[in-house]
Structures are given as C-alpha cells and as structure tokens.
C-alpha cells in the first residue's frame, strides 16, 4: 500500500494534468481551425513580387497580390521584415500559395519539437524526462497563434537554438552565421543581440562576430543583387511601422493618444537600463545557460513592436526553467495553476485588444520572475548534464 505522501503527490501530479487538458484543447483547436489569410500571406506576397522584380514592400502592389488570395480588406498587410528576409520570402512564394502555407505549417511543427527537446537537453534536463519539453510546446497558446498565422518565429527559435549549441561547442563562425536567422524579425531579440556584441567583445570571439556580419551582408547582397532598388523600397515601409500599434507601446498610444508616435517606443529605454545594470552585475561570469532566459524575456516585452504570438521565443526561458524546477521539486501543482492562470488571463484581455493581449503577456516575465525565485535550490542552469562541453566555453573568467 503506498505511503500517504507518495499518493499526495501522485493526486497533484494528476490535477496539473488535468490543469493543462483545456490548454491542450485550445491548442489542438486551432491547429485544425483552417488557416487564415493573415502573416504567411504577407510574406508570400512578398516573395511573389521579389521574385518578379516589383517592389516588395509596396502597399498598392501587395494588395493586389493579396486580393488575389481572397483577402476582403481595404488595406492591406505589408512585410515589414528587412530586406535580408527577402530570400527566405522568395523561397516560399515560390510555390503555389495553399502547398507553400500548409509545408510552412508542418515545418514550424517540426522546427519547435525539434528545438524543445533540444533546448531541454541544452538546459541540462534528463533524457527520460524530455516529454515535459513538448508538453510545454503543446499547451503554450502562443506557439499555436505563430503557427496558425503562418509566423515566421518558429524559425526564429530554431536559429536561436543552434546559436546556443554553436557555442556549446565553440563552433563560433557557426554561431555568427545562426545570427542571420535572428535578425529575421531583430526588434523582437534586440537585447539578445546587444548581450552578444558585449560577450564576443569581452571574451574576444571576433570570429563570431566577422561571420555575423558576413552572413547579414550576403545575404543582403542577394537582395540587392536581384533588386537593385530593395534599400530605397524598405525605407518606404517606415511610416507604415510608425502606423503600427502594438504592444505596451500601442496599449499607451490608445490610451494617451495615436498621434503619441514616441510613447510606441517608451518601453525600450526602460528595457537598455535594465539591461545595462543586469550586463554590469553580471557579466564577469556570464553563462548563457543562466542568463538567457531573463535577457530574452525582456528582450521580446520591452521592444516596440511585439504581439501575444511573439512570445514563443520565450521557450527556451521556460524550458530552461522546467529543467529546474523538475530537479528541484515533484510538486508540479502550483506552478501548473500559475501556468493555465496567466494564459487565461491573457487570452481574456485578448478578446478586447490584441495590444492589451500583448501586453498581458508581460505576466510571462512575472511567472518566470517568481518560480525562479521559490526554486530553493537556486541551481544554475546547465550545470548537470552538458555533454561534452566545458563550463568556460560559454563564460568570461
């Protein structure tokens, strides 16, 4: 007969099961909910146009691509994304719209499986455990908006991802070249990007950042190469981005005003001077294991332009943290009812406003904030089980 408290853990471990089922629900719902006419259809357009040599950022141009594509708007969406994002856009306009949209679909299915359970060894988890990273994927709302929009952030996060095992394992003009792929949408992982300038600077990985820069200026270069005119095209689309609202940014601007055009940008200020008291306490013994998760969440809440979806790049913040968690505790319960509780927060202010939706999504880096808090091991991550790599490849003595 088993022991009183071995059953008491066993019933939470069943309740945060069953916690999570609605999440798993509305997930698989709208993974079979057809697919909209939405995010996939701007970068499609795109490609269609780069391809035929036509201005890609071109709102008339786009539109009727478009309507083409049954799109029933007046105005329409326009790629935003900088011109080194123009290969991959041509690649996918490329193929007819409906084989291109549901490949983009399976791959993004397989890009995040793939890169969670990456990202659970990368953290140090136990293989026999690996399941808890994809159940995390499964029941985070945020993967399934990106999905069903046809995002490009699953890609994002794959880049992300072999970034982090590039320098594991010191493959540093690896690293520099998985930096492209950031910078496919670089607003959302600014912080990120200036944490890594500052790490190549001080510890001397100069190799890292000359294949960074290669790789932006190639692929650039193909660009320009293919459409002479593709500079001047992208700086047309800045009032469209002064046009967005979004974000904390945009939750201010309905609030004060939408002619406030610099209250969209009010939250990064806030987001440098953390950093930059976060990078001095810390930088002496940065490990990316450990201080990742934080930069990256702040990184993706304070840029100017972010919505819900956008915080599937938090993944890794939260598997990182499920690797402590699971070496730290079996009492899943609590932390479980924090995770369906925010989420439905989130989705309810998402019924009102997708900016409020965005900016409830700042809850993220408050869950985050707090399990690591009460996590009473206080571990660093990706001290157990990081393969072959040394501690120093990824830190400054």
């Known amino acids: 007969m088993p022991c009183l408290p071995a059953l008491d853990k066993r019933r939470k471990a069943i309740l945060a099961v069953l916690i999570c089922v609605p999440l798993l629900l509305a997930r698989t719902k709208v993974l079979f909910t057809p697919l909209p006419l939405y995010d996939f259809m701007t970068y499609w357009a795109a490609g269609r146009l780069f391809l035929s040599r036509a201005n890609p950022y071109s709102a008339a141009a786009i539109l009727a691509v478009e309507r083409s594509l049954g799109w029933p708007y007046a105005a329409p969406l326009i790629m935003l994304n900088p011109p080194w994002a123009l290969p991959l856009a041509a690649l996918l306009g490329f193929f007819p719209f409906q084989i291109a949209h549901y490949a983009w679909l399976a791959v993004s299915l397989l890009l995040e499986a793939v890169s969670s359970i990456a990202l659970w060894r990368y953290f140090g988890g136990e293989k026999r455990h690996q399941w808890i990273a994809l159940a995390l994927l499964a029941t985070f709302l945020p993967a399934g908006t990106a999905e069903h929009m046809g995002q490009i952030t699953p890609l994002i996060l794959a880049g992300l991802t072999a970034f982090l095992f590039s320098l594991r394992y010191k493959r540093y003009l690896l690293a520099g070249a998985c930096l492209l792929v950031l910078g496919l949408k670089p607003n959302l992982l600014y912080l990120v990007f200036l944490?890594?300038?500052?790490?190549?600077?001080?510890?001397?990985?100069?190799?890292?950042?000359?294949?960074?820069?290669?790789?932006?200026?190639?692929?650039?270069?193909?660009?320009?190469?293919?459409?002479?005119?593709?500079?001047?095209?992208?700086?047309?689309?800045?009032?469209?981005?002064?046009?967005?609202?979004?974000?904390?940014?945009?939750?201010?601007?309905?609030?004060?005003?939408?002619?406030?055009?610099?209250?969209?940008?009010?939250?990064?200020?806030?987001?440098?001077?953390?950093?930059?008291?976060?990078?001095?306490?810390?930088?002496?013994?940065?490990?990316?294991?450990?201080?990742?998760?934080?930069?990256?969440?702040?990184?993706?809440?304070?840029?100017?332009?972010?919505?819900?979806?956008?915080?599937?790049?938090?993944?890794?913040?939260?598997?990182?943290?499920?690797?402590?968690?699971?070496?730290?505790?079996?009492?899943?319960?609590?932390?479980?009812?924090?995770?369906?509780?925010?989420?439905?927060?989130?989705?309810?202010?998402?019924?009102?406003?997708?900016?409020?939706?965005?900016?409830?999504?700042?809850?993220?880096?408050?869950?985050?904030?707090?399990?690591?808090?009460?996590?009473?091991?206080?571990?660093?991550?990706?001290?157990?089980?990081?393969?072959?790599?040394?501690?120093?490849?990824?830190?400054?003595?």
């Not at 190639?218 to 974000?247: K, M, Q, W």
């Not at 001077?273 to 490990?287: G, I, N, P, V």
């Not at 730290?328 to 989705?347: C, G």
């Open 195 to 397: 944490a890594i300038l500052l790490w190549a600077i001080r510890s001397k990985k100069w190799s890292l950042l000359f294949s960074a820069v290669l790789a932006y200026a190639i692929a650039a270069s193909v660009s320009i190469f293919f459409n002479h005119h593709v500079l001047e095209y992208f700086r047309g689309t800045f009032h469209a981005a002064l046009d967005t609202s979004c974000g904390v940014g945009g939750v201010l601007r309905c609030i004060f005003g939408v002619q406030y055009i610099w209250l969209q940008f009010l939250p990064t200020p806030i987001g440098v001077a953390w950093f930059a008291l976060y990078w001095k306490k810390h930088r002496r013994e940065w490990q990316w294991e450990e201080r990742l998760p934080l930069v990256l969440l702040v990184s993706i809440g304070t840029n100017p332009y972010f919505w819900g979806h956008d915080f599937i790049l938090s993944i890794p913040a939260f598997i990182a943290l499920a690797v402590a968690l699971s070496q730290a505790s079996d009492d899943w319960l609590n932390t479980t009812e924090l995770y369906f509780s925010i989420q439905l927060v989130i989705m309810w202010l998402g019924s009102h406003s997708k900016s409020w939706m965005a900016t409830a999504s700042l809850l993220w880096i408050v869950l985050y904030h707090l399990l690591i808090q009460q996590n009473p091991t206080k571990r660093e991550f990706g001290q157990k089980n990081r393969g072959t790599s040394s501690p120093q490849g990824d830190s400054v003595a």
